[in-house]
């Protein structure tokens, strides 16, 4: 069935580093969405994207559909200490009926100690 | 315009007792999905509500149901609770049926006992 690999699973920041994570499904995806998740409280949608090679920013993050429809990339630039948290990867899932999302396990944020 | 909003924002019940989590969706938005995040499985898929109508279903047993009534706002009940059915529990709404961009409340953490 269709599964979202998130690379990696965690990772440490130092404020002002730029920070790359990627999510990769063995089957295609029509549309790949980004949220970020803080501790206690849901999922706020970050960046969604609908078409291949399709680059779109918000603010100091970037994200990328993938060429092969099979994954997609986040990028955070000059990171700030409010970046922390866990960001998820989530595109349609096609079972069925109409689709609905499924997410990608998640990349873990945290402060470099 | 107000957020997803969540009531009660935690519950603790004892096993083999039944919870009621309510759920309004962002004003204009008319389908309501539901989600249950665990440490161990992520994010999964319950179901989703459209014009007061279930029109998907994620892989879990009877015992979770829900509704949705005319105002859009939605309910999921869970009936006989077991250990294993402690977890964040998240409602999210769109637009329309099946749409990607989902928008998500604060999660009911339910604690059974």
């Known amino acids: 069935g269709q599964q979202l690999n998130q690379s990696p699973q965690s990772m440490f920041i130092q404020e002002g580093e730029d920070v790359s994570m990627n999510c990769t499904s063995s089957s295609i995806f029509n549309t790949w969405l980004w949220y970020k998740q803080d501790p206690g409280e849901g999922p706020v949608l970050l960046i969604a994207?609908?078409?291949?090679?399709e680059l779109t920013s918000n603010g100091r993050l970037t994200a990328q559909f993938g060429i092969t429809r099979k994954d997609s990339f986040l990028n955070i630039s000059a990171s700030i200490p409010s970046d922390v948290g866990i960001y998820f990867c989530a595109g349609p899932f096609y079972g069925g009926s109409q689709g609905n999302l499924i997410f990608g396990k998640g990349t873990k944020l945290s402060v470099k100690p | 315009k107000a957020g997803v909003t969540q009531t009660p924002r935690y519950l603790i019940k004892t096993r083999g007792q039944q919870v009621t989590l309510s759920c309004s969706p962002i004003s204009g938005h008319r389908s309501v999905s539901w989600y249950q995040q665990t440490p161990g499985q992520g994010l999964q898929f319950l179901f989703e509500?459209?014009?007061?109508?279930?029109?998907n279903k994620g892989n879990f047993p009877g015992r979770f149901s829900g509704r949705q009534f005319s105002n859009s706002r939605s309910e999921m009940n869970v009936s006989t609770l077991e250990l294993g059915d402690s977890a964040l529990y998240l409602c999210?709404?769109?637009?329309?049926?099946?749409?990607?961009?989902?928008?998500f409340g604060p999660g009911t953490r339910l604690t059974v006992t």
């Open positions: 994207l609908y078409k291949a090679g």
């Open positions: 509500y459209f014009s007061e109508t279930q029109r």
């Open positions: 999210a709404s769109s637009l329309r049926q099946g749409a990607n961009e989902q928008y």
